[in-house]
């Protein structure tokens, strides 16, 4: 089996949490340089809160009140890192995992948990996609990846783009799994992207894994290369590294936005939990795989670094704090969450009214009405 290769890696932050940027990392630096020290804090606090988010999520789960959930521990650094690359005008196609770049886009996390408490079709409502720049979560791998180059066609098509004007110029973001590489679409998505020259950066969260399948097997060359047959140029990012992510995903934001076509980004990460509530991760991965990604968590890693830089207990305890509230409020309220109104199947397949909608709506209310309200007969 093929070797995965690791360099040249893009790193700021050394697994110790000091400041020791790599030789690819040189052109990035200058987008690090711009954070400010409540910048480093936000990037710290929105990773704690949503990892605790995350553990609630999966209580939640586990006691009945979720039919499934899909952790993101382990993979905060390349989440939040490159959430706060892309500006908030640019669009974002998530697939499922994407916690933390949802709470970052403004979404409300109850809306999300509707999805997977089965009363929602997309989470939240996308009537309006301006509201978050954030397109619902997909759960047929890799179809974000032509989604998203549709849209980027459509940003090209419209002149949204290579102004110069940094503040209104968009560009469109889409993450997947190292094992969504191996779809069609995706690279369908990559002939599309670099024939039209999209304004968009392909960021693959390289988790290590595809349920059991581990990315040795499907990926022979690394990652960051798959573009570069289609004229896609890529770079390797450690994910676990929250200021490399930003910094990476921000300049190759700014570059798609200026027009100088698509880029993709691989962050190495690791996902620490079950691929999701139904998996038993310990039936295909060893511990000790799992301890060296332990040892290279981008929480404690970011940690280490702002204690260096004098940040106090009292910092690290608020927090804290901050997060069981946030997960506190969440379990509260997807405790009040009420049943499901199977009506609104009909409402969002069309943006207008339409006839067969009309009619199957009707037959639908019909049925619902036969049933007494124990769910017998009527
Ligand atoms: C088209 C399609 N095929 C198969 C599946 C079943 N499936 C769900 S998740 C998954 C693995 C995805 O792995 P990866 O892209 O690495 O993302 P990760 O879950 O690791 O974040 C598969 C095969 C699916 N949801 N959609
Ligand atoms: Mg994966």
Do not use: C
Not at 118 to 146: C, K, M
């Amino acid at each position: 089996m093929a070797e995965q290769k690791t360099e040249p890696m893009v790193q700021l932050l050394g697994a110790d949490g000091a400041f020791a940027p790599t030789a690819a990392a040189e052109e990035f630096v200058p987008y690090f340089d711009k954070l400010t020290e409540a910048d480093w804090k936000k990037f710290y606090r929105d990773m704690v809160v949503i990892r605790r988010f995350d553990a609630e999520a999966i209580n939640l789960q586990r006691q009945g009140q979720l039919a499934l959930w899909v952790p993101s521990h382990g993979q905060e650094g390349a989440q939040v890192g490159s959430a706060y690359g892309a500006a908030m005008h640019d669009h974002v196609f998530p697939a499922y995992r994407e916690h933390a770049i949802a709470m970052i886009r403004g979404l409300d996390m109850v809306d999300l948990i509707k999805q997977f408490k089965g009363l929602s079709h997309g989470g939240w409502d996308f009537r309006n996609p301006e509201l978050h720049n954030l397109h619902i979560y997909t759960l047929v791998i890799g179809s974000q990846a032509l989604h998203a180059t549709g849209y980027a066609m459509g940003i090209a098509f419209d002149g949204k783009y290579a102004t110069g004007n940094r503040d209104k110029d968009e560009a469109v973001i889409v993450y997947f799994g190292d094992g969504a590489t191996s779809q069609g679409d995706v690279s369908e998505a990559f002939v599309f992207a670099a024939s039209y020259q999209t304004p968009q950066v392909f960021f693959i969260q390289n988790n290590h894994w595809a349920i059991s399948v581990p990315v040795s097997v499907q990926a022979r060359v690394p990652l960051y290369r798959r573009g570069e047959g289609f004229g896609i140029p890529g770079t390797q990012v450690d994910g676990n590294d929250v200021f490399a992510s930003y910094a990476v995903t921000a300049k190759l934001m700014d570059d798609a936005r200026s027009g100088r076509g698509p880029a993709l980004i691989e962050a190495h990460t690791y996902r620490i939990g079950a691929h999701t509530s139904s998996d038993d991760p310990t039936k295909y991965r060893n511990e000790s795989e799992l301890d060296e990604w332990i040892a290279k968590d981008p929480i404690s890693r970011l940690e280490a670094f702002l204690r260096d830089k004098g940040a106090e207990n009292s910092f690290f305890e608020g927090v804290t704090e901050e997060a069981a509230d946030f997960a506190a409020d969440v379990r509260k309220r997807t405790l009040e969450l009420t049943g499901l109104d199977p009506m609104q199947l009909f409402e969002k397949a069309y943006t207008e009214p339409h006839p067969r909608m009309r009619e199957q709506s009707q037959w639908l209310a019909q049925y619902e009405a036969s049933f007494g309200d124990d769910g017998g007969l009527a």
